[in-house]
């Protein structure tokens, strides 16, 4: 069969079937439509699981975390403590102060740290040294608010600072002497806790005994 003829049976063939309405054609191209899309929709889903940036997963990881602030009221109350100051003494108090200091004076002795008198303890002390003689010991006098009160021994130190003052007790720190040290300068110490109970002074510790104390030196 030549070519002539085929083309006259194949026009046959089509005119034997049935007619397409306008309908079906429109049907499938909107069906074809639909799986393209549908088909794209899916693609991109798996894209979006996939790609490094993408998905909740890295979102979640890259979460910070804020630092929690300090109270301010904390702050503040750090810096008052700080920048609080003792509030000045009144007249009355820096007059009981030289009274002491008055007093001591009159024993023969100078005071070295007049700062140590607090005027508004229960129990106040000072520490003298005899007027013109360097290396000739310490001695500590305590005071309430009626005036002399007493002494911490009967003889002196070669060393005696105060080392704690409460508005009740006081504590002296005492240089106390061991073997092979030089007179005037002992290399041990001993605290003593000197406290107030009514009217009269009592320590709660027992005071190093005198040679332990005191050594003079020389010259």
């Known amino acids: ?107 023969g002795d100078t005071t070295l740290r007049p700062e140590d008198y607090d005027p508004r303890a229960r129990l106040r002390v000072l520490i003298g040294r005899p007027v013109g003689d360097a290396s000739g010991g310490y001695t500590a006098y305590f005071f309430t608010r009626d005036g002399f009160l007493g002494r911490d021994a009967q003889f002196r130190s070669s060393e005696l600072k105060v080392a704690k003052q409460g508005k009740a007790t006081i504590t002296l720190r005492y240089g106390v002497y061991k073997d092979g040290d030089k007179a005037g300068s002992p290399s041990g110490t001993k605290r003593v806790r000197f406290r107030l109970d009514g009217t009269s002074m009592t320590a709660l510790d027992t005071v190093p005994a005198a040679d332990e104390r005191f050594q003079r030196t020389s010259g």
């Open 1 to 107: 069969m030549d070519s002539k003829a085929r083309r006259v049976q194949a026009d046959r063939d089509r005119r034997r079937l049935p007619a397409r309405s306008p309908w079906a054609l429109w049907a499938r191209r909107v069906v074809g439509l639909v799986a393209t899309v549908a088909f794209l929709g899916v693609g991109f889903a798996i894209y979006d699981m996939v790609r490094p940036d993408g998905g909740a997963a890295v979102v979640a990881s890259e979460t910070t975390v804020t630092p929690t602030a300090t109270p301010k009221g904390k702050k503040s109350t750090a810096k008052k403590k700080k920048t609080a100051k003792a509030k000045p003494l009144t007249k009355a108090e820096k007059r009981a102060r030289e009274q002491a200091v008055d007093h001591v004076r009159v024993e």
